[in-house]
């Protein structure tokens, strides 16, 4: 199926955006990798700041469903399974040869006043993988699913971040860990894990649906 001159242009802005920064790059630079003209982008996109969060948006649904497919391969069915292969998919992510960071937290930093779209997009698809950890832990039985995807989450965004920062490849087995020491206060060895997906909503659960909910709560935290 032919690539629209949309997606062209959205493939090219995030190529250059993730490498030289959201700030650095011009229009006129990505009109030149597609081979079109302001006019016929401006059909496209409002501005650059529309772009941008074109792109982002088109990052946030491919990784969402790119993370929640290698989740499900690696943990298998059971909500259990996959929260153990969550941090092992998240290795996979930063150590492949093209990582430079999460485009989402990049974002974030160039971008750092709450209402600015970038910013507001990238927030969006931080919350969102929060709230698949939540998912997970609620059905896997976890004792505060709310705090235990918080946790787990700034773990994810700290590894992100030192990965890149450092390139120091024993990062991992630093936020290993920090994931074990999450795991172990919030699930009880005579408990553990459960899958039966028996549990009533917690109030827990209900104050977190509040929160996310509520416009601008919170401050940007993976991709």
């Known amino acids: 199926m032919p690539v629209s001159t949309r997606q062209k242009l959205i493939d090219a802005a995030r190529q250059r955006f993730y490498r030289d920064g959201f700030r650095n790059v011009g229009i006129d630079a990505v009109l030149s990798d597609v081979g079109i003209s302001k006019t016929a982008f401006y059909k496209h996109f409002q501005s650059k700041d529309d772009l941008m969060v074109g792109v982002l948006e088109d990052v946030d649904r491919f990784l969402q469903g790119a993370f929640r497919t290698m989740v499900r391969d690696v943990g298998g069915r059971t909500a259990r399974g996959q929260i153990?292969?969550?941090?092992?998919?998240?290795?996979?992510?930063?150590?492949?040869?093209?990582?430079?960071?999460?485009?989402?937290?990049?974002?974030?930093m160039e971008f750092p006043l709450p209402h600015d779209p970038a910013h507001a997009a990238a927030l969006q698809h931080k919350r969102a993988i929060e709230e698949f950890v939540f998912e997970l832990a609620e059905r896997a039985g976890v004792i505060d699913p709310d705090a235990f995807a918080e946790e787990f989450c700034l773990v994810i965004e700290g590894l992100y971040v030192t990965r890149s920062v450092t390139g120091n490849p024993d990062t991992i087995a630093i936020a290993r860990r920090l994931v074990d020491c999450i795991i172990e206060r919030h699930v009880p060895a005579e408990r553990g894990l459960t899958d039966g997906g028996t549990n009533k909503p917690s109030a827990t659960g209900t104050a977190r649906q509040k929160k996310t909910r509520s416009p601008g709560s919170g401050t940007t935290k993976s991709h």
């Open 84 to 108: 153990e292969a969550l941090l092992g998919v998240v290795q996979r992510v930063i150590g492949d040869e093209d990582f430079h960071g999460c485009i989402f937290v990049n974002a974030a």
